[in-house]
C-alpha cells in the first residue's frame, strides 16, 4: 500500500510539472506577475534550498551548477541545481541515474538560491509551489517544475568578520586586488601571457599569484573531466579560490579557457566592483589549431579527444572584455604591455 501512495504521488508531481510547463507555454501562468502565487515575509519561514520536480524544454541541456534565473511566487533570483538526484521516466516512474537534463526529461532535483525567499505553507492554489527556469544570457524558460519542500542549512554556520579585511591587505600590499580572468581558446597564448604578466609585475614589487588550467587539473579539480557540466564545476571552484586570493589582497590572474559566458558571469558576480578583469586573448581555431605544440587538435580531430573546445565543445567569445588582445600577430610583450598600461591606467598599480 505505502508504495502504490508513493508512486501515485510521484505521478501526480510529475504530471504538475507538465501542466506547469504547458501554462507557462500558453501564457496562463506568469510566476512573477500572478498574484495568486505571491509570497510575502509574513506568509512562513525563509529557505535558500529546495527539493523539486523539474521538467527541462530548453534546447540546451540543463547543466548543474549553471546559474539560472528562478521565477516563483512574486520573485526573480539567481539560482544552481546543485544535486540532479535522479531522471524519472514518465511511464513507468523507475528512476535513472543522470548528470544532466535534456529536452522533455523529468528528474528529482536540489536547488540552491543565491538569497533566503519565504516559503508559503499553502496547497489550496493550483499553481502552489510552481516556478519557471530561466535561462540568463537570452531571458528564455527553460524549465518548470514544483517545489516539494525547503532544505534547511545549518543556522549556526554564519559570516565571521575578520577584524583585518581586504582594505587593510590591499593596503599592506600597496595594490589594487583584482583578478585578471584570461580567456582563449587552447593554444591561444593564454598561459604565456599571463605568465610573463606575473613576471612583470612580481619584478615591480607586487603580489601576485596565477591559477592555471592545467595546473588546478592536478589537485583542485583532479577529479573532474571535460563534459560541459564538468567544465562549469571547474569554474565554479576556481572562481571561488580567485575570490579568496583577491581578498588576500592579491593581484590574480586566471588562465583558463572558460568556454561559456555564462560562467565567466558568474565568477565576475563574485568578485567586487571592478575587481574582474576579463581578458580575451583571442586567436582563431585555425591559427590555434597551427599552433597546437601539444598535438591536442589533431587527437580531437581523429577522435581520441571528446569534448575539445573548437572541435566538439562550443567556445563563447566574450562580447564586452574589458582587454581584448589581438594574439596572432602581436608578440606576447607587446600584450604583455597593452594588460600593464590597462591596469596602470585604471589604478589598480
Not at 84 to 111: F, H, M, N
Not at 245 to 270: C, K, N, Q, T
Amino acid at each position: 500500500m505505502k508504495e502504490r501512495t508513493t508512486q501515485e504521488s510521484e505521478h501526480s508531481k510529475v504530471q504538475k510539472v507538465r501542466d506547469v510547463s504547458a501554462a507557462l507555454l500558453n501564457g496562463t501562468f506568469d510566476p512573477v506577475a500572478d498574484e495568486r502565487s505571491a509570497a510575502s515575509e509574513d506568509d512562513g519561514p525563509t529557505a535558500d534550498q529546495f527539493a523539486a520536480h523539474l521538467i527541462w524544454t530548453g534546447r540546451d541541456a540543463m547543466l548543474p551548477e549553471r546559474p539560472y534565473l528562478i521565477r516563483f511566487s512574486g520573485i526573480e533570483t539567481t539560482v544552481q541545481i546543485t544535486d540532479l538526484s535522479y531522471r524519472i521516466e514518465p511511464d513507468t516512474l523507475e528512476q535513472l541515474a543522470a548528470k544532466t537534463l535534456v529536452e522533455g526529461e523529468i528528474a528529482y532535483c536540489k536547488i540552491a538560491l543565491d538569497r533566503a525567499i519565504p516559503f508559503a505553507d499553502d496547497n489550496s492554489d493550483d499553481w502552489a509551489g510552481a516556478f519557471a527556469v530561466v535561462e540568463k544570457d537570452q531571458n528564455m524558460t527553460v524549465g518548470a517544475g514544483v517545489i516539494d519542500f525547503p532544505l534547511r542549512r545549518a543556522t549556526n554556520v554564519v559570516w565571521y568578520d575578520m577584524e583585518v579585511d581586504k582594505a587593510a591587505r590591499a593596503q599592506t600590499n600597496q595594490q589594487t586586488p583584482c583578478v585578471l580572468w584570461f580567456t582563449g581558446l587552447s593554444g591561444a597564448g593564454k598561459s604565456t601571457v599571463a605568465n610573463r604578466v606575473e613576471q612583470k609585475l612580481h619584478a615591480m614589487g607586487k603580489r601576485t599569484y596565477l591559477l592555471d588550467g592545467d595546473n588546478i587539473r592536478h589537485g583542485l579539480s583532479r577529479d573532474l573531466g571535460f563534459t560541459d557540466q564538468d567544465r562549469v564545476e571547474n569554474i565554479r571552484r576556481v572562481a571561488e579560490v580567485a575570490k579568496l586570493m583577491a581578498d588576500a589582497g592579491l593581484i590574480v590572474m586566471a588562465s583558463f579557457i572558460s568556454p561559456f559566458r555564462s560562467e565567466r558571469a558568474m565568477a565576475r558576480s563574485l568578485m567586487s566592483e571592478g575587481e574582474f578583469v576579463e581578458i580575451f586573448v583571442d586567436a582563431s581555431l585555425a591559427v590555434c589549431e597551427a599552433r597546437d605544440s601539444k598535438s591536442l587538435y589533431k587527437k580531437a580531430r581523429a577522435g581520441q579527444l571528446k569534448n575539445f573546445t573548437g572541435i566538439d565543445s562550443a567556445y563563447e567569445p566574450p562580447q564586452n572584455a574589458e582587454i581584448v588582445l589581438n594574439a596572432e600577430d602581436a608578440d606576447p610583450d607587446t600584450l604583455v604591455g597593452q594588460i600593464i598600461s590597462y591596469l596602470q591606467a585604471h589604478n589598480y598599480l
